[in-house]
T-cell receptor, first 112, second 112 residues
Framework: DGGITQSPKYLFRKEGQNVTLSCEQNLNHDAMYWYRQDPGQGLRLIYY???????QKGDIAEGYSVSREKKESFPLTVTSAQKNPTAFYLC???????????FGSGTRLTVV | QKEVEQDPGPLSVPEGAIVSLNCTYS??????FMWYRQYSRKGPELLMYTYSSGNKEDGRFTAQVDKSSKYISLFIRDSQPSDSATYLCAMRLNSGYSTLTFGKGTMLLVSP
């Protein structure tokens, strides 16, 4: 079955650590997106990529970094510079001729 | 003025009721309109999509877009407890890889 796989489902980070969230898709979609979801704030765009080896900052990119070395993969690194990283992170993709994103199941990151 | 406004709810209804969920938006250039359903701790799933103004029906769900009023609606007939979820409206500018703009979501609770 085609879809987006996010891992891990739950992640705990100590203060000062960098962590990387994985996002893999087998839908052959060109564009991929990272969103952060906080209670009462909706979905906020972190980074997006429309083609391999290229990506753009979204509305809240500070403290995050991404790479897009392969079409199928778009990992997100939450750096120690991100002051409030505890949130639910969602990866999505979009292909030619599709109307809306396909989302992964999310990663819940907690700072301990 | 926020780009997309959506009442957060919660909206509580008895089983079998007709549910109306709504969003208003400010950018008249939006052309593609979507509704996502998100269960707790899961990724959003695409429920309905429409292009420009008009209605679209799929089973118990009907999506309406009124571009002149900048208003979109999702109607759920014969609501079921399994419909209890958060419903997110989303919209975007064109058919390329433009990013989606989301409402904050309305929580729906359907009681047996």
């Amino acid at each position: 079955d085609g879809g987006i796989t996010q891992s891990p489902k739950y992640l705990f980070r100590k203060e000062g650590q960098n962590v990387t969230l994985s996002c893999e898709q087998n839908l052959n979609h060109d564009a991929m997106y990272w969103y952060r979801q906080d209670p009462g704030q909706g979905l906020r765009l972190i980074y997006y990529s429309q083609i391999v080896n290229d990506f753009q900052k979204g509305d809240i990119a500070e403290g995050y970094s991404v790479s897009r070395e392969k079409k199928e993969s778009f990992p997100l690194t939450v750096t120690s510079a991100q002051k409030n990283p505890t949130a639910f992170y969602l990866c999505a993709s979009l292909g030619v001729g599709t109307y809306g994103y396909t989302f992964g199941s999310g990663t819940r990151l907690t700072v301990v | 003025q926020k780009e997309v406004e959506q009442d957060p709810g919660p909206l509580s209804v008895p089983e079998g009721a007709i549910v109306s969920l709504n969003c208003t938006y400010s950018n008249s250039a939006f052309q593609y309109f979507m509704w996502y359903r998100q269960y707790s701790r899961k990724g959003p799933e695409l429920l309905m999509y429409t292009y420009s103004s008009g209605n679209k029906e799929d089973g118990r769900f009907t999506a309406q877009v009124d571009k002149s009023s900048k208003y979109i609606s999702l109607f759920i007939r014969d609501s079921q407890p399994s419909d209890s979820a958060t419903y997110l409206c989303a919209m975007r500018l064109n058919s390329g890889y433009s990013t989606l703009t989301f409402g904050k979501g309305t929580m729906l609770l359907v009681s047996p």
